[in-house]
């Protein structure tokens, strides 16, 4: 009696919810984000008490346990932990480097190592340096104008493109593969202009490579300030026979074991279909990752609590995931995809919020033209609260493994003119969030997951 019982309220709740007019229910999680949310709170929390987290660091262990318990406090049907093996990178000492025209002449700037590199020689490196813009224009000097010299790749993103995200793919390569390029020449270092659209004093880091090069030809790699970068490159035009010296510390260590944090809502109707929310828990270290990704973590978190707050009982099961390892790795989406495809789990829809905590302007969507004819069918429900942005293109890494030809992924796309003045750098922290525009992402995500959860899937 007491299971039929229960039974019965969970299709009152759901018939209750879902006889509510679209409108209605849009409105109550936006007002509900605006006026009782969590996710400001929860990213307070995370930025200011426990700061960078870094895969396998001692920060992005204390998220995984933070996370986890707010996540408890919600009172999901199901909470756990999804181990997962990730890389240990660790900085060590502020990079320190120079201009240097004359010898006891410098000039000093602005660099930071990028995630995987090497270290330099204990004393530091000093060279010429040879500036380029494309590896064709570096396989075009070859080695004789390359080896036992640093390459300064100084190819700007380019500012004309209204979508930041556009720039930045144009221009990360000199970043990802820059190393791997000029060490085939004879490079002894490799120095790359930041990923920012704007003229600053911080270093930006992020992910390199070395591909499959043997330990002894691996060489450092650091990223200089923008507006340093400018300065080295006028001193070169004056000057070819300037050197440059950097010292960088940091170190590859044996991977450790971390975590996923994973929450869910089970189905009133179709338990055994999942649809995702989720950001990465992990951060570069010189911020606090405000912005990537703690945003985009929150935001996740809440769209969970927003629904149990509006009374409504999804029919699909909706899990949040909180990967780790996204910024140099992806093992948490990877190692997530990989155990669903192993207990076979139906996944229908994926959602990540991965571009910074500014205001929300719409999704993109990686999915059959039947479901994003669904999508652009429900735009009007949306121009109330200004969100617009309707379009197929990416979604996110993380919940990218998950691609299959059935599924519906997508990501938020938030306005983007700011994100990569604070991307992989020291100033991405919870000052740079503005609470509003972080609580309509959260309220913009949650509307579309209500939406595909009544609607179903073409």
């Not at 009782?36 to 995984?64: F, P, T």
């Not at 986890?68 to 997962?84: A, H, I, M, S, T």
């Not at 909706?318 to 990967?323: A, D, E, G, S």
């Amino acid at each position: 009696m007491l299971k039929t019982f229960t039974i019965l309220c969970c299709f009152i709740i759901t018939a209750s919810t879902y006889s509510q007019t679209d409108e209605a229910i849009l409105k109550k999680l936006y007002q509900t984000s605006l006026t009782n949310g969590k996710s400001y709170d929860w990213l307070n929390h995370l930025s200011n008490q426990i700061g960078s987290r870094l895969s396998g660091s001692l920060g992005a262990e204390r998220a995984v346990a933070y996370t986890k318990e707010e996540l408890e406090k919600l009172g999901l049907d199901k909470v756990w932990l999804q181990p997962v093996m990730v890389p240990k990178w660790v900085r060590g000492a502020t990079e320190y480097a120079y201009i240097e025209t004359t010898p006891g002449k410098t000039n000093t700037v602005n660099i930071c190592a990028l995630g995987g590199s090497v270290a330099t020689p204990s004393l530091g490196i000093k060279a010429h340096i040879i500036e380029v813009k494309t590896f064709e224009e570096l396989a075009s000097l070859g080695q004789e104008n390359i080896a036992g010299k640093i390459v300064f790749y100084n190819r700007p993103m380019q500012a004309d493109l209204i979508y930041t995200h556009e720039a930045y793919g144009g221009a990360v390569n000199q970043r990802y593969n820059g190393a791997v390029e000029a060490s085939k020449y004879g490079a002894i270092g490799v120095i790359v202009r930041s990923m920012n659209l704007r003229l600053d004093d911080l270093p930006h880091t992020g992910s390199m490579t070395y591909d499959n090069l043997p330990i002894e030809k691996r060489i450092p790699a650091a990223a200089i300030s923008t507006n340093d970068a400018e300065v080295l490159s006028t001193m070169l035009q004056l000057d070819k026979n300037i050197k440059l010296y950097f010292k960088q510390n940091c170190k590859q260590l044996a991977d450790v074991q971390s975590y996923n944090v994973i929450g869910e809502i089970t189905g009133s109707q179709f338990p055994n279909e999942y649809m995702v929310v989720g950001g990465h828990l992990d951060s570069w270290d010189l911020g606090d990752g405000s912005h990537d990704d703690g945003a985009g973590v929150v935001q996740s978190m809440d769209v969970l609590r927003l629904f149990k707050e509006a009374g409504i009982k999804p029919k699909h099961s909706i899990r949040v995931v909180l990967f780790m390892n996204e910024e140099n790795g992806l093992r948490g989406g990877k190692k997530y995809a990989e155990e669903a495809k192993q207990k076979n789990e139906n996944h229908l829809f994926a959602l990540e919020s991965d571009s910074g905590g500014f205001t929300p302007r719409g999704f993109s969507f990686d999915c059959n033209d039947a479901n994003f004819n669904q999508v652009l069918s429900w735009q009007p429900l949306f121009k109330p609260y200004l969100i617009h942005y309707f379009e197929k293109g990416k979604s996110g890494a993380d919940i990218d493994p998950l691609k299959t030809d059935k599924i519906v992924l997508a990501g938020l796309r938030p306005d983007s003119q700011r994100y990569f003045d604070y991307h992989h750098a020291s100033n991405d922290t919870f000052d740079a969030i503005n609470k509003r525009e972080l609580e309509l992402g959260a309220a913009t995500m949650a509307s579309l997951v209500y939406l595909f959860d009544k609607y179903g899937f073409k």
